[in-house]
């Protein structure tokens, strides 16, 4: 499922980037609108089906809507920052604080935050260099692979 999933979202964003914008080579910044932010918290909340990625179903979103790859990379990250506050909020009204000190929540909220800027960052440089829908494709092609050859040679 997971296979099939990351060659359908390299597939989408294979598609959504043909767009004239991107065939002429330029470049438009564009400005996150309501609708925009409605669509794609909604296609977010598709990622609770398993094998869908957040920040793939996010990105796609974006690509689709028009907006750069660039674009697209930071936008998913910053959308996923209320997520994680509310998912960790949540956890801990429902579950307590448990042996959690002050101090662990210090370091663990900046190792995740350094860890966090330096992936974004590097993902940034990835989206100026790679088109992430050949990486997408391929690897949802190699994930399909055994269970074929399963299919294929039983």
């Not at 499922?1 to 598609?15: A, C, H, R």
Request: aromatic fraction near 12%; include cysteine.
């Amino acid at each position: 499922m997971v296979g099939t999933v990351l060659v359908i979202l390299g597939s989408i964003m294979w598609f959504s980037s043909q767009s004239p914008e991107t065939i002429k080579g330029t470049v438009l910044k564009k400005r996150i609108s309501f609708p925009n932010t409605v669509l794609v918290g909604c296609a977010q909340g598709l990622a609770v089906i398993p094998g869908i990625s957040r920040s793939g179903i996010t990105e796609s979103t974006l690509l689709i809507r028009g907006y750069t790859p660039q674009e697209a990379v930071r936008l998913s990250f910053f959308m996923s920052i209320p997520m994680i506050f509310l998912s960790i909020s949540t956890f801990f009204l429902l579950e307590g604080f448990g042996t959690l000190t002050v101090l662990v929540a210090i370091v663990g909220i900046t190792a995740a935050f350094i860890a966090s800027f330096v992936t974004m960052n590097f993902m940034l440089i990835l989206a100026e260099k790679v088109k992430f829908y050949y990486f997408n494709i391929a690897i949802g092609f190699l994930a399909i692979t055994p269970y074929v050859m399963q299919m294929v040679f039983s």
